[in-house]
T-cell receptor, first 112, second 115 residues
Framework: AQSVAQPEDQVNVAEGNPLTVKCTYS??????LFWYVQYPNRGLQFLLK??????LVKGSYGFEAEFNKSQTSFHLKKPSALVSDSALYFCAVRAGFQKLVFGTGTRLLVSP | DSGVTQTPKHLITATGQRVTLRCSPR?????VYWYQQSLDQGLQFLIQ???????AKGNILERFSAQQFPDLHSELNLSSLELGDSALYFC??????????????FGSGTQLSVL
């Protein structure tokens, strides 16, 4: 069965510093990977996706993610964090015509 | 604004009761998905409908049912409610059947509290 794991419940980073939110996946076949963000009292919003091609995917709000097949990882990154980036981040995977499976989420806290 | 509308935003009810959650997808989207978000279970896929037909089923309890109507809006019915059903229920929509590269657009959710 396909799954994703987000090993960190929370990531703390100071504003202006680079941030990384980790995600590893497990699928049979080619993975299709997504990152979504959830702000307080809001639904999830799409950030970016990896389907094929360049291992570095650029998305919304200055976020990017690096796909690493050998490490089965799809970490979310941003060169310089903003306080407004504080939110809950979900990694998700889909294999074939199957349901989108989400990770448990990582809370990102950016301090001023 | 994602374009997906969910009503009501909050629902408080008692154990044993039945409630209906409503979702209107983005204009033109044919698929509707229901997810349950709770602190202990995370975000769990419940069910997907595509153009009125059930497309995929996840961890949906037998006490729960859903349908998608000809105008493409969807309803999630929860019956014989238990305390553990308290959660945030999200609806999402997508343009197609759920192809690998499709992104989902989420509503703001319905917060269900069972007392």
């Amino acid at each position: 069965a396909q799954s994703v794991a987000q090993p960190e419940d929370q990531v703390n980073v100071a504003e202006g510093n680079p941030l990384t939110v980790k995600c590893t996946y497990s699928v049979s076949g080619n993975p299709y990977l997504f990152w979504y963000v959830q702000y307080p009292n809001r639904g999830l919003q799409f950030l970016l996706k990896y389907i094929t091609g360049d291992n570095l995917v650029k998305g919304s709000y200055g976020f990017e993610a690096e796909f690493n097949k050998s490490q089965t990882s799809f970490h979310l990154k941003k060169p310089s964090a903003l306080v407004s980036d504080s939110a809950l981040y979900f990694c998700a995977v889909r294999a074939g015509f199957q349901k989108l499976v989400f990770g448990t989420g990582t809370r990102l806290l950016v301090s001023p | 604004d994602s374009g997906v509308t969910q009503t009501p935003k909050h629902l408080i009810t008692a154990t044993g009761q039945r409630v209906t959650l409503r979702c209107s997808p983005r204009s033109g989207d044919l698929s509707v998905y229901w997810y349950q978000q709770s602190l202990d279970q995370g975000l769990q896929f419940l069910i997907q409908y595509y153009n009125g037909e059930e497309r995929a089923k996840g961890n949906i309890l037998e006490r729960f049912s859903a349908q998608q109507f000809p105008d493409l809006h969807s309803e999630l019915n929860l019956s014989s409610l238990e305390l553990g059903d308290s959660a945030l229920y999200f609806c999402a929509s997508s343009a197609g059947q759920g192809a690998t590269n499709e992104k989902l657009f989420f509503g703001s959710g319905t917060q269900l509290s069972v007392l």
